[in-house]
């Protein structure tokens, strides 16, 4: 990598905690590939303390930012525009900085699609099932649903949070049981089922046996790379979908947002194995 000079840029990352976020591994090779002079770093920022890190960030200049837990909805409220996409789903992902104003920008969902459409998958006119309703999920309920999904059925443990999660599927959203998995085209796990260890996380978020071919099963789950959900999917001969995908096309859509220059998805990709292999 070049060495950062006074003319660097400097992007960042801010979460709690964050020393194992693989942004900067992601941003600074492409960086390199595409010979920019702009160093990527991990800010660890303290619960509560995203809106003076925003001060910092108009103060010191950095030109782009990523946001992960817990700041994504304290940094919505302390922007100073933020797009529709970030708006409904009250949380930002991405900050682009002008001149010390402030956007904020939501690219999972959209990275989320992006990656299906890597795989040469497009989500128009599919129903979809998604699992969970956390922060991730919405992000990709709303993505599906702007990509011309038919139908986006939001299954999770907790009703209440399953309804304001379908609400953004604009008018193809709703609420749906297990019942609704063998007839789905897409099924998406985004819930936290699977993840961490794959000796002690076996675990599924469904029954594998409606599962079939002709389906897609995408996982956001990317530790372990192959979930137990992939496996029963291939098993069933349905096509499965890997979650470092998602986590490549956000970072990707950011890279772009901020320096103007088309992502270099496949070299982030293989950084990313490159160092989920060590
Ligand atoms: P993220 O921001 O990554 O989406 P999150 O907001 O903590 O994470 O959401 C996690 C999701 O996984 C939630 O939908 C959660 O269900 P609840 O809303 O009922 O809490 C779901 N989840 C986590 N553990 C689960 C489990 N063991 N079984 C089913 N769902 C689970």
Redesign the pocket.
């Known amino acids: 990598m070049k060495r950062p000079s006074g003319a660097t840029q400097v992007a960042a990352v801010i979460g709690h905690p964050v020393r194992h976020s693989l942004s900067p591994v992601l941003h600074n090779a492409a960086f390199e590939a595409c010979d920019l002079d702009w160093v990527y770093v991990a800010l660890d920022v303290e619960p509560g303390a995203a809106p003076a890190a925003l001060t910092g960030v108009r103060a010191l200049g950095i030109r782009g930012l990523n946001v992960t837990?817990p700041h994504k909805t304290d940094v919505a409220h302390a922007v100073d525009r933020l797009t529709p996409e970030a708006q409904a789903l009250d949380a930002v992902n991405c900050v682009t900085n002008h001149d010390g104003d402030l956007i904020g920008h939501n690219t999972d969902g959209p990275g989320f699609v992006d990656s299906l459409r890597a795989e040469g998958i497009d989500v128009h006119a599919m129903a979809c099932v998604v699992?969970?309703?956390?922060?991730?999920?919405?992000a990709v309920v709303r993505s599906l649903a702007d990509a011309g999904a038919r139908e986006v059925v939001v299954v999770?443990?907790?009703a209440g949070?399953a309804a304001v999660a379908a609400a953004l599927a604009d008018g193809v959203g709703r609420v749906g049981s297990t019942a609704d998995l063998a007839g789905a085209d897409l099924i998406v796990n985004?819930?936290?089922?699977g993840m961490g260890d794959p000796a002690t996380s076996a675990?599924l978020?469904l029954e594998p046996h409606v599962l079939r071919a002709g389906q897609v099963v995408a996982d956001?789950v990317y530790h372990p790379l192959e979930t137990g959900l992939l496996v029963a999917a291939r098993q069933a001969g349905a096509t499965p979908v890997g979650g470092l995908g998602m986590l490549v096309h956000q970072a990707g859509r950011a890279f772009s947002l901020w320096t103007g220059v088309a992502a270099p998805i496949d070299t982030m990709m293989d950084a990313a194995l490159a160092h989920l292999a060590r």
């Open positions: 837990m699992l969970g309703a956390g922060g991730a999920a919405r999770n443990r907790t949070k985004a819930t936290s089922v675990a978020p956001l």
